[in-house]
């Protein structure tokens, strides 16, 4: 359960509060769940055409906040997406797990919230959590509920009708709480939350590991159960380090080294390598190390990454937080998820009457050189293209800006790739440089250097008064050309009042031998952005007052000395998806 800010905290309490005097000691049953649900929905839809912000096939619900994806999944070939919602209004709350199915991850149909508090275990809350495919392709939902003494425990909710393809009733155990913490395990009450999608290990029983932390001391506790109902903590966690604070929302899954596929989460053996995944509380990133699992001894030890430092690998360098990844078995892939929120004010929020966005959903896989993932946008998005336009093959000189006109460029998905031959000219990279993100804050796009910045500019103005930067720079390190990509929001808005920060990342591309890609995915106030391939990715929101619908321009551009070549831009609009 992702951590939120202490204002948003005081304006949700006061919200529940009003709420529970209603429904009476704060516990908010089916009955009632189901019908706030449908008046908030008929409220936004009806004056969503004067919200510029809203996404167009970004999934968002209607109405309210949103936060964490939970237990994603497909089930007799249906993707099911549930998430973190409150049914009260934009700002955090007592959470349900709101529901949604699709047949093609693009297009969502809404149904009534599947896990909502009722039991003294989860009477204040119920958090985040994982599905998992049991025996007989039987799905189950272990989630972190709140009980009345405001401790996190684990809880287990199964379908009512496994032949109903859209699993709209869930029903919990009778035996919640399966997993509690007490003085014995040495567990903060506060501190155990989100448990992962389960995996089998060499005995038959099953494993799952849940957030933690200890004196600071991050940790991924594991458990053992023969039959999914009666769990064991293990003696020792999964995985921990020192001085991170609370590990939100773990995930662990194994990745092929040998192809990119994705793999169902109980496989092991010599090929396989292992991810572990921590949304750090404290700095609300996400943070991930790849390395191998010992299913005997349920020990992971990492080799690539790390997760107490900025120098760790990480999916995504901006908003980007609460992850969650799921086997798609028809598709031979494991797909990613995760919660965007937002860069407006909490008032801003309140007006608009909505709050969260969740990414579009990437195929990941390890990457050749095995030290990193990589990330793609789900294939499935590319049908929303429509009226492509190309640029030819150019050169783009030093101060020059281009427009790619003929695509609404509010809405819109670009392809864009670039050429540099001068390499020798790159200016020095400093070795004191070693924060992309403090890097890229120094020198935005308005810097003029030398092999950069070269890049875009979308939700760009007329005139250029508001514009947001996704560009490269190059640097010559001690043995070896050092790319650095950014996300520049700092001229994103002449409204003050939004966060503006800029995002950076360094990325493992050659550029004396590969041409630098980038793909951004433009969605009225999400710029989500993919360079070399997916190797590094940057995720941004920005709402642009001058910028919106049809006053969105977008432009190749080159505020670097030397020349770059633009072998190959392709741009689409993109058509509307279905989203609730």
Not at 427 to 442: A, F, G, H, I, K
Not at 450 to 473: C, D
Not at 535 to 552: E, F, H, M, N, Q
Request: with cysteine; glycine share 8%; charged share 20%.
């Amino acid at each position: 359960m992702a951590k939120l800010s202490s204002l948003l905290h005081l304006l949700a309490a006061s919200v529940v509060l009003a709420i529970s005097v209603l429904l009476g000691h704060g516990v908010l049953h089916v009955g009632a769940s189901r019908s706030v649900h449908r008046n908030l929905q008929t409220t936004v839809e009806s004056t969503s055409a004067m919200q510029p912000y809203r996404t167009s096939y970004h999934f968002q619900p209607p109405s309210n906040w949103m936060n964490d994806p939970n237990g994603p999944m497909i089930y007799k070939g249906i993707y099911h997406l549930f998430y973190q919602y409150n049914l009260l209004g934009p700002v955090p709350g007592h959470k349900v797990w709101a529901h949604s199915t699709s047949t093609d991850l693009v297009n969502w149909t809404p149904h009534v919230p599947a896990i909502v508090p009722s039991e003294e275990y989860d009477v204040n809350g119920c958090w985040s959590g994982s599905a998992t495919i049991l025996q007989e392709h039987k799905p189950a939902i272990l989630y972190t509920g709140v009980n009345r003494q405001n401790q996190q425990v684990q809880n287990l909710a199964v379908p009512k009708n496994l032949s109903d393809p859209y699993l709209i009733e869930w029903v919990k155990s009778p035996q919640n709480p399966l997993m509690e913490p007490t003085a014995m395990n040495m567990i903060s009450p506060d501190s155990f939350r989100d448990p992962t999608t389960a995996w089998v290990g060499p005995d038959g029983g099953w494993r799952v590991i849940i957030g933690s932390q200890s004196n600071r001391t991050g940790m991924a506790i594991s458990y053992r159960s023969e039959d999914f109902v009666n769990w064991t903590k293990a003696e020792h966690p999964l995985y921990s380090a020192n001085d991170t604070g609370m590990w939100e929302c773990p995930d662990f899954f194994p990745v092929s080294a040998q192809a990119p596929v994705g793999l169902d989460t109980s496989i092991n053996g010599p090929n396989v390598k292992h991810v572990l995944k921590v949304s750090l509380s404290d700095s609300q990133h996400d943070y991930y190390t790849i390395g191998t699992y010992n299913s005997v001894t349920d020990t992971y030890v990492p080799v690539e990454g790390s997760v107490d430092s900025n120098s760790g690998l990480r999916y995504d360098y901006g908003k980007y937080y609460a992850s969650k990844t799921f086997f798609d078995s028809k598709n031979n892939r494991r797909i990613l998820w995760a919660w965007i929120n937002e860069s407006s004010s909490a008032d801003d929020d309140i007006n608009k009457g909505w709050s969260g966005i969740q990414a579009i959903p990437r195929t990941l896989w390890l990457d050749k050189s095995g030290k990193q993932l990589v990330q793609w946008p789900i294939l499935e998005i590319e049908k929303l293209r429509t009226n492509q336009v190309d640029l030819p093959n150019q050169l783009i000189e030093g101060g020059a800006i281009l427009e790619v006109s003929g695509i609404t460029a509010a809405q819109a998905d670009v392809e864009v790739s670039f050429e540099v031959k001068e390499l020798e000219k790159a200016e020095v990279l400093d070795p004191t440089w070693t924060d992309p993100q403090m890097l890229c804050s120094r020198k935005g796009a308005s810097v003029k250097g030398s092999l950069g910045p070269f890049g875009l500019l979308v939700m760009a103005s007329k005139g250029l008064q508001e514009y947001t930067a996704v560009f490269f720079r190059i640097f010559k390190g001690q043995n070896k050309y050092v790319v650095l990509m950014c996300s520049d929001q700092s001229r994103s808005s002449i409204n003050n009042s939004n966060d503006k920060t800029t995002y950076g990342a360094f990325l493992d591309v050659d550029p004396l031998h590969e041409k630098l890609s980038l793909r951004t995915l433009i969605d009225h106030s999400i710029v989500e952005s993919f360079g070399g391939g997916g190797k590094s990715c940057i995720t941004a929101r920005v709402y642009p007052v001058l910028a919106v619908d049809d006053g969105t321009h977008l432009h190749v551009f080159n505020n670097g000395a030397e020349s770059v070549g633009v072998p190959k831009l392709s741009a689409w609009s993109m058509k509307k998806a279905r989203i609730n």
